[in-house]
């Protein structure tokens, strides 16, 4: 890349000759480089409005009306144009006081005039060197971005594939037992929509063996999952929407913020109509071994 090609100066001085000399003088060592030119604060306010994209300032002090500290003064007041590098150039003001002064509202050089060509032109070139490495370190960081969001966009896709195509239900209750979050096995195994699942108790669409009481287990599971974490898996029914009982194999896990305190219970149940537990099989085929001897 040509040195200063990409980059935009605004130069800022009320007196015309001078604009001309300084413009003279990047264009012919940074030939490649934007000049825009002001002959007042106010005008030089008014072209970094217009133009969003000034890598540089070069700004005379002694203006009439706006001088050239009042000027870099509202330049960083404006969260657009703060960060633009700004060079004092100055004739009168060249005490150690102004040059304190030049600092104190933002200036990054203060140079006095007669201008030194080359200490200018080298000021200048650093500035675009270290624009340069700016720039390159944003896309590099805005690559990073991308990547890791592309990365936690194909880990969330995949997490919710998974919950999608599970073939065992799965609920996701608050502390309390209401449902939040439901996936589509669950919703056909209780004939509910998602969104009609959502904030329902546990205890409308669950019933252990043994309760007689919807609900009234809560208290005990929260007891063991904040000893546990797990619950080991358990023999139970949900109950359907039109009331339908489906046998179910259950377990509760519990996620916990940091100060141990149950945030969420995940549930997990896998539909057991069909299968045969071993204490009923092995009675009924005692059952049959019997019938069978009878006859003979």
């Given at each position: 890349m040509t040195e200063g090609s990409g980059y935009k100066i605004l130069i800022v001085d009320d007196h015309a000759h001078n604009l001309y000399t300084l413009r003279t003088l990047i264009e012919k060592h940074l030939d490649a480089a934007t000049v825009l030119e002001a002959s007042s604060g106010r005008e030089a306010i008014d072209l970094t409005l217009e133009h969003r994209d000034i890598d540089l300032i070069i700004l005379d002090v002694q203006m009439p009306e706006m001088d050239g500290f009042q000027t870099a003064s509202l330049l960083k007041l404006r969260k657009r144009t703060r960060d633009i590098p700004i060079i004092f150039l100055t004739a009168a003001f060249k005490s150690e006081e102004f040059q304190q002064r030049g600092f104190a509202v933002?200036?990054?050089?203060?140079?006095?005039?007669?201008?030194?060509?080359?200490?200018?032109?080298?000021?200048?070139?650093?500035?675009f060197r270290l624009i340069a490495k700016e720039r390159a370190l944003n896309v590099a960081l805005e690559e990073k971005v991308a990547e890791r969001t592309r990365e936690l966009e194909q880990a969330r896709q995949y997490l919710e594939n998974i919950v999608t195509y599970m073939g065992e239900a799965l609920l996701v209750l608050d502390a309390e037992g209401i449902i939040k979050q439901a996936n589509p096995t669950a919703c056909a195994m209780l004939e509910y929509a998602e969104q009609d699942l959502i904030g329902l108790s546990i205890g409308d669409v669950f019933?252990?063996?043994?309760?007689?009481?919807?609900?009234?287990?809560?208290?005990?599971?929260?007891?063991?999952?904040?000893?546990?974490?797990?619950?080991?898996?358990?023999?139970?029914?949900?109950?359907?929407?039109?009331?339908?009982?489906?046998?179910?194999?259950?377990?509760?896990?519990?996620?916990?913020?940091?100060?141990?305190?149950?945030?969420?219970?995940?549930?997990?149940?896998?539909?057991?109509?069909?299968?045969?537990?071993?204490?009923?099989?092995?009675?009924?085929?005692?059952?049959?071994?019997?019938?069978?001897?009878?006859?003979?």
């Amino acid at each position: 890349m040509t040195e200063g090609s990409g980059y935009k100066i605004l130069i800022v001085d009320d007196h015309a000759h001078n604009l001309y000399t300084l413009r003279t003088l990047i264009e012919k060592h940074l030939d490649a480089a934007t000049v825009l030119e002001a002959s007042s604060g106010r005008e030089a306010i008014d072209l970094t409005l217009e133009h969003r994209d000034i890598d540089l300032i070069i700004l005379d002090v002694q203006m009439p009306e706006m001088d050239g500290f009042q000027t870099a003064s509202l330049l960083k007041l404006r969260k657009r144009t703060r960060d633009i590098p700004i060079i004092f150039l100055t004739a009168a003001f060249k005490s150690e006081e102004f040059q304190q002064r030049g600092f104190a509202v933002g200036a990054v050089d203060y140079l006095l005039k007669p201008i030194d060509d080359n200490l200018l032109i080298n000021k200048i070139s650093t500035y675009f060197r270290l624009i340069a490495k700016e720039r390159a370190l944003n896309v590099a960081l805005e690559e990073k971005v991308a990547e890791r969001t592309r990365e936690l966009e194909q880990a969330r896709q995949y997490l919710e594939n998974i919950v999608t195509y599970m073939g065992e239900a799965l609920l996701v209750l608050d502390a309390e037992g209401i449902i939040k979050q439901a996936n589509p096995t669950a919703c056909a195994m209780l004939e509910y929509a998602e969104q009609d699942l959502i904030g329902l108790s546990i205890g409308d669409v669950f019933e252990e063996e043994g309760d007689e009481e919807a609900g009234a287990f809560m208290g005990t599971w929260l007891e063991a999952l904040i000893r546990t974490g797990a619950l080991a898996k358990i023999e139970a029914r949900f109950i359907a929407k039109d009331g339908k009982r489906v046998p179910i194999l259950f377990s509760r896990t519990a996620v916990k913020d940091d100060a141990g305190r149950i945030s969420e219970i995940i549930c997990i149940a896998k539909d057991m109509t069909g299968y045969v537990r071993i204490d009923d099989e092995a009675a009924y085929r005692t059952k049959e071994s019997a019938a069978r001897a009878s006859v003979s």
